[in-house]
């Protein structure tokens, strides 16, 4: 069973701060990995992707990648109330009939308070 | 705005009926992905369609049936709809050929009385 871990929320961090959302994984084979972020009520809004171990950075958003230890990680600099959210991590499983199949995570809450 | 677009918004139906639930991919995308979400879970994979043809299954009972048309527009099907079936039902259109990123429609509210 692949499974995709995330820490339990909700996080609350002062608005301004950086908030640091994680993500475990359970097979090796994963070569995909992607951060959305849902507000109550709406549907998954992709926010970044990397494929490759390392930062990729946007914005005020970094992707940081370790796949000798399984992990994922968002940063959010500057957090603002409008980034309030859950965030789901997700999983691609590439390769044969699995491609472009993701397996997410049960997603962060997270609240940026004024 | 993702140009993935879904219909019905919401739809209440009740235990036994069954539901149509369709999806629109974006331009130029030839993938869909249903996907049914429960409330305070992450989206668990229902099946993927690519050029009218399955393209792999999730842990779904065959009472969910799907179809892609075309125009790579698509349908949700669920037979025999039971309690837990109420969730928010959404798909994702991609291009199969050069990504594996995602794009999502704003789902459909099904709930199962």
């Known amino acids: 069973q692949k499974e995709v871990e995330q820490n339990s929320g909700p996080l609350s961090v002062p608005e301004g701060a950086i908030a640091s959302l994680n993500c475990t994984y359970s097979d090796r084979g994963s070569q995909s990995f992607f951060w959305y972020r849902q507000y109550s009520g709406k549907s998954p809004e992709l926010i970044m992707f990397i494929y490759s171990n390392g930062d990729k950075e946007d914005g005020r958003f970094t992707a940081q990648l370790n796949k000798a230890s399984q992990y994922v990680s968002l940063l959010i600099r500057d957090s603002q109330p409008s980034d309030s959210a859950t965030y789901l991590c997700a999983v691609n499983y590439a390769g044969g009939t699995s491609y472009g199949k993701l397996t997410f995570g049960q997603g962060t809450i997270l609240t940026v308070h004024p | 705005e993702t140009g993935v677009t879904q219909s019905p918004t919401h739809l209440i139906k009740t235990r036994g009926q069954q539901v149509t639930l369709r999806c629109s991919s974006q331009s130029g995308h030839n993938t869909v992905s249903w996907y049914q979400q429960a409330l305070g879970q992450g989206p668990q994979f229902i099946f993927q369609y690519y050029r009218e043809e399955e393209n792999g299954r999730g842990n779904f009972p065959p009472r969910f049936s799907g179809l892609q048309f075309p125009n790579y527009s698509s349908e949700l099907n669920v037979n025999a709809l039971e309690l837990d079936d109420s969730a928010l039902y959404l798909c994702?259109?991609?291009?199969?050929?050069?990504?594996?990123?995602?794009?999502f429609g704003p789902g459909t509210r099904l709930t199962v009385l």
């Open positions: 994702a259109s991609s291009l199969l050929e050069t990504t594996d990123t995602q794009y």
